[in-house]
Structures are given as C-alpha cells and as structure tokens.
C-alpha cells in the first residue's frame, strides 16, 4: 500500500492561503511560507515534555524541540491537526488545548541549508494517557520542569531548535508567570 500524500498549505506573506504543495517536495533550500503549528505538551504534574527530533528527519535531524509540530491540510482544523499528530508522533491523546501563540512566525536555516518558514500558531495542552512516540519521528524524550529547561535553552540555544529557543521564552518568560505552568 502506497502512503497517502501529505498536503501543506502554501501562504502569501500576508498569510492568506495560495496553494498547496507535497510535504515530502516542500522542505528544501528556498521553503515557500506554509502553514504549521507547534504544541507544548504538558503532564499532570506541571512538567513539560521535550523530544529529541529522530536522525531521519529531513530538517534539525537530533536536536532537541517542543513536545510535537506539524501542518494542518487543506481544510483541516487546527484542533483535528493537533490531535492527528499527537496520536502519530507520539502515539498520545490530549486535552485541553489552548492556542499560546496564535501569530508566531519564523524562519530558519539548517546546518544542511535546509529553510524552515512558517506561520506557526503555538499551543499548549495537557497529555491524556501514556506516551508511545514513533521512533521515525522521535529519538528520545523527557518530561522536564519548564523553568529548568527555560534555562537550559537560554544558556545553550544551538543544542535546540530555533523554533524552540523562539517560542519557550514567549510562552515561559520571568515576564509571563501568569501562564500558570511555570
């Protein structure tokens, strides 16, 4: 059986969707802007978890991210893209879902010259149940305390994505207690 082809969603830099394209054509050295979202996993016991992209992966193979990302398709939710990926990447279910995030945007480069460059609303939401990850998605993965991973990213930002050294600070900051998971 032939796996179904995974659809991006194109955007105009206004942010208005233009198009689609192929997931596994999209990733390359001149990346159009698409449509993305990451999400920040939480545990009963406040800790967030933190993966460790698989070494196949095309983009940042072995750093150290945000709990999940991924891109909604054509005419899916963000909540139903959530939700899939969650179940796919790290073979949970969750609840709560919140948008953190909702303009967040950024581009990156690679070692490899890879762009990354998405409109990324960012979310957060609570684990339901236990972890299984994919192993063609995650090399490994731990639940940390937010202020000590904060931390961590701040004094050593290449050993994470760029995505993620962009996002924890927005989120997590000393300026933003007031989110209730620190």
């Known amino acids: 059986m032939t796996p179904s082809r995974e659809e991006v969603v194109l955007l105009a830099e206004d942010g208005t969707p233009i198009g689609t394209a192929d997931k596994a054509t999209v990733h ?27 070494l196949g992966k095309a983009t940042w193979p072995g750093v150290w991210t945000n709990s999940f990302c991924g891109h909604p398709g ?6 139903d893209a959530i939700v899939r990926r969650a179940r796919e990447e790290l073979g949970a279910s969750i ?5 953190a995030l909702p303009d967040f945007r950024y581009r990156a480069v690679d070692a490899g010259g890879i762009v990354e460059y998405e409109i990324c ?12 990850p994919s192993a063609a998605e995650v090399a490994e993965w731990e639940w940390a305390d937010p202020r000590t991973l904060l931390t961590a990213v701040e004094a050593t930002p290449w ?3 760029p995505w993620l050294t962009l996002q924890l600070p927005a989120l997590y900051g000393a ?3 007031a989110s209730g998971q620190l």
Do not use: K
Not at 74 to 79: A, Y
Not at 121 to 131: K, Q, R
């Open 28 to 54: 390359t050295t001149e990346t159009p802007l698409h449509l993305a979202f990451s999400c920040h996993l939480f545990d009963g016991e406040g800790r967030i978890l933190v993966t460790r992209r698989a």
């Open 74 to 79: 054509p005419g899916e939710t963000f909540d």
């Open 95 to 99: 609840e709560n879902l919140v948008v």
């Open 121 to 132: 609303p960012v979310y957060t939401a609570t684990i339901s149940g236990e972890l299984a």
């Open 159 to 161: 050993a994470f994505s």
């Open 175 to 177: 300026d933003d207690e």
